[in-house]
T-cell receptor, first 112, second 113 residues
Framework: NAGVTQTPKFQVLKTGQSMTLQCAQD?????MSWYRQDPGMGLRLIHY???????DQGEVPNGYNVSRSTTEDFPLRLLSAAPSQTSVYFC???????????FGQGTRLTVV | QQQVKQSPQSLIVQKGGISIINCAYE??????FPWYQQFPGKGPALLIA?????SEKKEGRFTISFNKSAKQFSLHIMDSQPGDSATYFC????????????FGKGTRLSVIA
């Protein structure tokens, strides 16, 4: 019973590098989202998806891309990493936006 | 524009005491108000949620109080225990339109013996 799986757990990037944070869920949830968590800032929505093939921007989308080709997977791509993207990233899934959201364990990203 | 304002930022409570965390929202169309609990190194997990057709919801030691006219809702933790030490987030969204959750900035609760 995996729930929401995020990989990697930790990552260090150099400024300008690109990478993809992986998120997979096995609960057949339609709704998935990515948040970043910074001290004192709470959880800020980056991108979300209401189903396969449909994505939309959240509060802080700049510098990030997403796609949703399957119900299970919702990867987050950093196009050209910047120190301001140093953060803890959480992926979440739920049946709808207004039902219980299940979060992954997070990815701690450091950009140097 | 902060749609959900949470206070206090941090809270220290004696074991056995009552912990109270408050949230205020601006959008009157919000109609789903969950609270999430997060332990260090873990993702948030749903603690309790309320919809505006009721003024209070209780689950064990945790109670949400909702005041629609004041656009406020709060989390009360009765008989607080050291194991309740965590960060708590309130959130809000609109059921119609399937809009994403908007989170408060969080409250770090420490329960001391």
């Amino acid at each position: 019973n995996a729930g929401v799986t995020q990989t990697p757990k930790f990552q260090v990037l150099k400024t300008g590098q690109s990478m993809t944070l992986q998120c997979a869920q096995d609960m057949n949830h339609e709704y998935m989202s990515w948040y970043r968590q910074d001290p004192g800032m709470g959880l800020r929505l980056i991108h979300y998806s209401v189903g396969a093939g449909i994505t939309d921007q959240g509060e802080v989308p700049n510098g990030y891309n997403v796609s949703r080709s399957t119900t299970e997977d919702f990867p987050l791509r950093l196009l050209s990493a910047a120190p301001s993207q140093t953060s803890v990233y959480f992926c979440a899934s739920s049946r709808t936006a207004n039902t219980e959201a299940f979060f992954g364990q997070g990815t701690r990203l450091t950009v140097v | 524009q902060q749609q959900v304002k949470q206070s206090p930022q941090s809270l220290i409570v004696q074991k056995g005491g009552i912990s109270i965390i408050n949230c205020a929202y601006e959008n009157t169309a919000f109609d789903y108000f969950p609270w999430y609990q997060q332990f260090p190194g873990k993702g948030p997990a749903l603690l309790i949620a309320i919809r505006p057709d009721v003024s209070e919801k209780k689950e064990g030691r945790f109670t949400i109080s909702f005041n629609k006219s004041a656009k406020q809702f709060s989390l009360h933790i009765m008989d607080s225990q050291p194991g309740d030490s965590a960060t708590y987030f309130c959130a809000a969204s609109m059921i119609k339109g399937n809009t994403p959750l908007v989170f408060g900035k969080g409250t770090r609760l420490s329960v001391i013996a």
